[in-house]
């Protein structure tokens, strides 16, 4: 199975960006919709975004539509978060993992496959 691997954590003021990346070692990441996940100390696991494998379909949670930008470079294997106007509550641990499609729609609740290591995202002043 796909093992995605994160990166691009890190600590930001609030308004600030990021961008994260998500990668596989075995370069079978386009093969699969990848959704992105994040949990907050103390509370549960929640999708944010996801991506279709050709790229052409994405969806966000509420909480981040017009703030967070979701993309992928098949040729390099990665799919991005691309974080913008950061908000305290946007701390959190940041995962991403293959997701389910329904009716050619990718899914942000429906997460499947390994999960990887995370990387922190932490915004403060």
């Known amino acids: 199975q796909l093992q995605p691997v994160e990166s691009g954590g890190g600590l930001v003021q609030p308004g600030g960006s990021l961008r994260l990346s998500c990668a596989d070692s075995?370069?079978?990441?386009?093969?699969?919709?990848i959704g992105w996940f994040r949990q907050a100390p103390g509370k549960e696991r929640e999708g944010v975004s996801c991506?279709?494998?050709?790229?052409?379909?994405?969806k966000y949670a509420d909480s981040v539509k017009g703030r967070f930008t979701i993309s992928r470079d098949n040729a390099k294997n990665t799919v991005y978060l691309q974080m913008d106007s950061l908000k305290p509550e946007d701390t959190a641990v940041y995962y991403c993992?293959?997701?389910?499609?329904?009716?050619?729609?990718?899914?942000?609740?429906?997460?499947?496959?390994?999960w990887g290591q995370g990387t922190q995202v932490t915004v403060s002043s």
């Open positions: 991506i279709s494998s050709n790229g052409d379909i994405t």
């Open positions: 075995e370069f079978r990441l386009p093969y699969y919709a």
């Open positions: 993992v293959v997701v389910k499609t329904v009716q050619a729609m990718c899914t942000i609740t429906l997460p499947e496959g390994n």
